[in-house]
């Protein structure tokens, strides 16, 4: 089935939103733009077969594949940081599934990554009292062979010349290096609860006690430094928290040590560990006790890494290419539910759907489910860096990365012909979809972030469908808490029908988008430029520990 050529008919929304795009700076919520008359239930804003198809596969619950998909991916493989047994099973996964719907397939074999599998963590306060700590292994940490107790002590704050001497003492201990917090309550409950000012009070009490131990730490040479010298120094582990700032969520990333246990401790286990070992002047107390056991190793030789990619050729303009994005890759402490099992799920129901209402697109639309982003987009610059072919003829590449609330903003980047193209898909893409949705035009390019920017950086369209960030940035982004449950189902559905959708109406649109782009005179310093590419080949020794 192909579309009716008057989709694209005198769309008055374009010749806006296209004057829009080329006057400059202009923040356009299009679907009012597009349809003007109040939305109801499942408004259509034209006749087009493909479009009410993708709508009926895509938002009913009966019919959509992504719970299916999600408890696969999510719950029964799990984690799938990059080099690890787990990313490997997704990759044989995502390629069989697509190809279970008769999608073409490929995986592209980009590099290596270390390979390691951290199974089980057991941490226990021994001593002053007894208690199971909340405790997770960073990546690509050393194991313990067994249980392991030791005492723990607070990275101390003496002078450099002073910490040859301490570290001749601390075999055999645990060291805590983390700045113990205050108070691990979220800001939400302190402004909803807490006096005038408290708050505030707390921020500025934060602040200054970070400073003060970002100074302790430098004054040794910085984190990264400190770990290298208790590993050669024989310490028992090291003993970290990144808390991120909301309840029960920490940030659990890498580790820095070869020969030792790197661990996260949760932020009010960390915190009591801190109050029982913290050195007070003129007391003399026992220093508290712990045991550890932590399942984790290295698998010999470095594992390949792949994209997994799926195609549905082009029938018009096969050398043409709408690009679906999202990566395979997560961090390890949780499921990556929302970092990115949740973009991957629906850039592949997205195939699905068009796969079954839309199977001889105009151009040819290929999914990319990419390895290695979360070390810096090697698995998207790998594969832009090896399909040129790809790049020249990249209609568009749409990238979904945050998460699961509806998606609700779409910046231009700077490419500043894209808008009037997006305004024409939106305008045939059904009210209740395109309203929550704000269309930056032209944007301003990002310079990080997801692997949108492989395509951008090479000043080929790249954008990101991007849902609502706060809450993801504080509870689920890189956290112990990135899990099955934090997906909105409604959400996904809708996000996975609009991405179908625009990949139809991109195919579809009698132009291409143009790649000019304007960089904005920045208001002092610098001139800014355009954004450059990451160095796709970065290895794990390069690119991850040091
Ligand atoms: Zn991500």
């Known amino acids: 089935m192909t579309a009716s050529p008057s989709i ?5 929304a374009l010749a806006l939103a296209a004057s829009l795009g080329l006057t400059g700076l202009a923040t356009v919520t299009v679907a009012t733009l597009a349809t003007p008359e109040a939305a109801s239930a499942q408004t259509f804003p034209t006749d087009d077969p493909v ?9 009913n619950e009966e019919n959509s594949k ?19 047994p787990g990313f490997q099973q997704s990759v044989e996964w995502a390629d069989g599934i697509l190809a279970g719907w008769g999608i073409e397939t490929s995986r592209h074999e980009y590099g290596t990554w270390v390979s390691w ?16 700590l909340e405790a997770h292994i960073l990546a690509w940490s050393p194991g313990t062979d067994g249980p392991v107790e030791g005492d723990v002590v607070v990275i101390p704050e003496i002078s450099a010349g002073e910490f040859g001497g301490w570290l001749e003492g601390v075999a055999g201990k645990f060291v805590l290096i983390s700045m113990p917090e205050e108070s691990c309550r979220a800001e939400h409950e302190w402004r909803t609860w807490g006096r005038d000012g408290a708050f505030d009070a707390l921020r500025a009490e934060r602040q200054q006690a970070m400073t003060e131990w970002n100074q302790r730490l430098l004054t040794f040479g910085g984190q990264a430094t400190v770990s290298r010298a208790l590993d050669a120094a024989g310490a028992a582990g090291i003993i970290t928290s990144r808390w991120s700032e909301g309840w029960g969520v920490n940030k659990i990333f890498s580790a820095a040590t070869d020969g030792i246990p790197s661990i996260d401790v949760s932020c009010e286990d960390y915190g009591l560990l801190y109050r029982l070992a913290e050195e007070v002047p003129g007391v003399e107390r026992e220093a508290p006790r712990m045991r550890l056991n932590v399942e984790a190793r290295f698998l010999g030789d470095e594992a390949p890494m792949f994209n997994v990619i799926g195609t549905i050729p082009g029938t018009e303009l096969p050398d043409e290419y709408v690009l679906l994005s999202a990566h395979l890759d997560s961090w390890h402490a949780a499921s990556g539910a929302t970092d990115n099992g949740t973009g991957t799920i629906l850039m592949m129901e997205a195939m699905r759907m068009l796969k079954a209402h839309y199977p001889n697109p105009r151009r040819t639309i290929v999914v ?13 610059n790998a594969y832009a860096e090896d399909h040129p072919e790809v790049i020249d003829g990249l209609q568009v590449a749409m990238n979904q990365d945050n998460g699961t609330w509806r998606v609700d903003y779409i910046r231009m980047m700077g490419f500043t012909g894209a808008g009037a193209h997006f305004a024409r898909w939106f305008s045939a893409i059904p009210n209740e979809i395109t309203d929550f949705i704000e269309l930056d035009i032209p944007g301003v390019p990002e310079f990080g972030g997801s692997d949108h920017m492989a395509f951008i950086c090479r000043q080929a369209p790249g954008f990101r469908l991007q849902s609502s960030y706060p809450e993801y940035r504080q509870y689920t982004w890189h956290t112990n808490r990135d899990t099955y449950d934090k997906i909105v189902w409604d959400d996904l559905r809708n996000n996975a ?3 179908a959708m625009l ?3 991109a195919s579809e649109d009698p132009d ?24 796709a080949r970065r290895s794990w020794e390069e690119g991850q520990r040091r």
């Open 66 to 84: 992504l719970r299916e998909l999600g408890h696969a991916l999510i719950d029964s493989i799990g984690p799938r940081l990059s080099g690890s």
């Open 117 to 132: 599998e951290g199974d089980f963590i057991h941490a226990d306060l021994l001593a002053p009292r007894r208690r199971t």
């Open 497 to 499: 029908t609009l991405t």
């Open 51 to 59: 479009i009410r198809a993708l709508w009926n596969e895509g938002m």
């Open 8 to 12: 694209f008919g005198g769309l008055s």
């Open 368 to 380: 990319g489910l990419w390895g290695g982003e979360e070390q810096g987009l090697i698995g998207s």
């Open 512 to 535: 291409r988008v143009p790649r000019d782009v304007r960089v904005l005179p920045a208001q002092t310093g610098p001139q800014s430029t355009w954004p450059s590419c990451n160095n």
């Open 503 to 505: 990949a139809y109406m």
